[in-house]
């Protein structure tokens, strides 16, 4: 489903942020993405959102090579990703409920059909009480709830993740990251980036380490 082949990327006429980045994601796999502070996996994880294109090498997503999707295309696909941005990206003018229920009401869901399945997990969330609340008054830890609820109420395909964890207590991101796996078992794809060791050991799965630009796969 994802395939990085000898990816390179700079910003600009900056030095290589990425070098030589290759490896292959299979359909329904869950891995870690780590590093530190700078090493990239930002990068990474905006060049598998379609947010930018690699300066060289070959990137496949979907069984599309990424370089020649149009801007037609690009939507389309973006669809089949959930996204937990680092900074939320929460839409302002928007409840709680409708930030979340976006991903359902792009696709053209109606609001009678999903209203049940969002209220569900926002509860499960703890965010059943600031449904109608919106985002600017939001803390910094219910804006991420409200983030990872938006990124997998649709069930994507593919979900990725950048810290998603990281503005909220211990007990808390245990039981959002079980979320992911959930979603995980029922088939989405799974990149989450972190440097929780706690989070990692929880789930056992597969780690993608980036440092200096490079990367390598460890168990
Ligand atoms: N838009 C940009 N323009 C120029 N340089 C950038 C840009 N975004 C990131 N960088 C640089 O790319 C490098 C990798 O950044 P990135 O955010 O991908 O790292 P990261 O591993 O996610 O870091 P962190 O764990 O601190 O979030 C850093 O040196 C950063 O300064």
Redesign the pocket.
């Known amino acids: 489903m994802i395939r990085f082949e000898n990816v390179g990327l700079r910003?600009?006429s900056?030095p290589e942020?990425l070098r030589d980045v290759s490896f292959e994601l299979e359909n329904g796999t869950f891995h870690f993405l780590t590093?530190?502070?700078?090493?990239?996996?930002?990068?990474?994880l905006?060049l598998l959102f379609l947010a930018m294109s690699p300066t060289r090498g070959l990137i496949t997503l979907f069984g599309h090579d990424v370089s020649v999707v149009s801007r037609r295309q690009l939507p389309e696909l973006r669809r089949r990703i959930g996204v937990v941005f680092?900074d939320f990206r929460l839409l302002d003018h928007l409840s709680t409920f409708d930030n979340v229920a976006l991903p359902l009401r792009v696709r053209g869901e109606r609001p009678d059909r999903y209203r049940d399945n969002v209220m569900e997990l926002l509860d499960w969330v703890g965010l059943a009480e600031r449904a109608s609340a919106f985002p600017p008054v939001l803390s910094g830890g219910e804006k991420q709830r409200a983030a990872i609820a938006r990124a997998v109420i649709g069930q994507p395909e593919l979900l990725l993740a950048?810290?998603p964890t990281g503005n909220v207590d211990p007990a808390l991101a245990r039981r959002l990251l079980r979320l992911f796996v959930e979603l995980n078992r029922l088939g989405t794809t799974v990149v989450v980036?972190t440097?929780d060791p706690a989070l990692m050991t929880d789930v056992g799965a597969p780690t993608l380490k980036?440092h200096n630009g490079e990367l390598s796969e460890a168990g």
């Open positions: 910003y600009g900056g942020i590093g530190p502070s700078g090493a990239g996996k930002t990068s990474l905006r680092q950048d810290e980036a440097h980036l």
